[in-house]
């Protein structure tokens, strides 16, 4: 989360317009993604992108580069990695952002998930449906679980 209002940031000062950091899950309707062709529509339904369970403010995280990401469902582990391995840091992708728009305080940025989706498992896919429970959990932020509800 955005803290300081910034353009053109550079990487080595990027970590100074940072206020925190929380766990937002990427929920994708994939169906919709993949006819679109395009990711907006997929990923912005009304329910999509529940974020929590707090932030942790940049200071208490002074590992941000280097956390545990973990992600069930329904029990099932499927996402187990640390922001070690993501391929821009936080750094940096806070820098790339700032040369296509002006940040501002309380932006969210999403910085991507982990192997481990479910759309990519082999030899089948595995999607969420209604009744699944999504468990993510990130190191020194604590955990965000939700619950699929199909909706009407």
């Known amino acids: ?3 300081r209002k910034g353009k053109n940031i550079p990487v080595s000062e990027a970590k100074k317009h940072i206020f925190g950091y929380t ?3 990427d929920v994708s309707a994939r169906d919709i ?3 679109d062709k395009q990711w907006t529509r997929g990923k912005s339904f009304d329910t999509f992108a529940p974020t929590g369970p707090c932030i942790a403010t ?3 995280m002074p ?3 280097n956390l545990r990401i973990r992600t069930w469902v329904d029990g099932e582990l499927r996402q187990n990695s640390t922001t070690r391995n993501m391929v821009f840091n936080v750094y940096e992708i806070v820098h ?3 040369k296509v728009m002006t940040l ?3 932006d969210i940025i999403a910085t991507g998930t ?5 759309f990519a498992i082999k030899p089948e896919p595995k999607f969420l449906k209604p009744g699944s429970t999504v468990r993510i959990e990130i190191e020194g932020i604590g955990v965000l679980e939700n619950r699929v509800v199909e909706e009407g």
């Open 33 to 35: 993604q993949f006819k």
């Open 58 to 60: 940049e200071n208490q």
């Open 63 to 65: 590992d941000a580069p």
């Open 1 to 3: 989360m955005i803290g």
């Open 114 to 118: 982990p192997a481990g989706v479910g």
């Open 104 to 106: 501002e305080p309380c």
């Open 23 to 25: 766990i937002l899950n």
């Open 96 to 98: 790339h952002l700032s």
